[in-house]
């Protein structure tokens, strides 16, 4: 199993930033795949970014060139950096890890851009 503590969200204004962290229980070498998802008020939760053991990452459309997703191997957290938010990003975020063929989720942390 997986525990998941996720930390950072808040309020912020349009144009701003946040930095969201996620520190799994076990060590992050061990996890194929960590990411974030996010779910807004009346839709369906949706991929964020992901990165893998290897180093790929992956970003979804809305948030190209603005949010930044990166592995902290001495600290054992991943972290999800957040620039020019807008107030379409508002929404609960989800830290989650893919590992022995199961995804663990985080407990979600709000994200509020207010305009």
């Known amino acids: 199993q997986v525990q998941l503590v996720e930390s950072g969200g808040g309020l912020v204004q349009a144009g701003g930033s946040l930095r969201l962290s996620c520190a799994p229980s076990?060590?992050?070498?061990?996890?194929?795949?960590m990411g974030w998802y996010r779910q807004a008020p009346g839709k369906q939760r949706e991929l964020v970014a992901q990165?893998?053991?290897?180093?790929?990452?992956t970003y979804a459309d809305s948030v190209k060139g603005r949010f930044t997703i990166s592995r902290d191997n001495a600290q054992n957290t991943v972290y999800l950096q957040m620039n020019s938010l807008e107030p379409e990003d508002t929404a609960v975020y989800y830290c989650?890890?893919?590992?022995?063929?199961?995804?663990?989720w985080g407990q979600g942390t709000q994200v509020t851009v207010s305009s």
């Open positions: 990165s893998d053991s290897g180093g790929s990452t």
């Open positions: 076990r060590s992050i070498f061990s996890i194929k795949t």
């Open positions: 989650t890890a893919f590992f022995n063929m199961w995804t663990y």
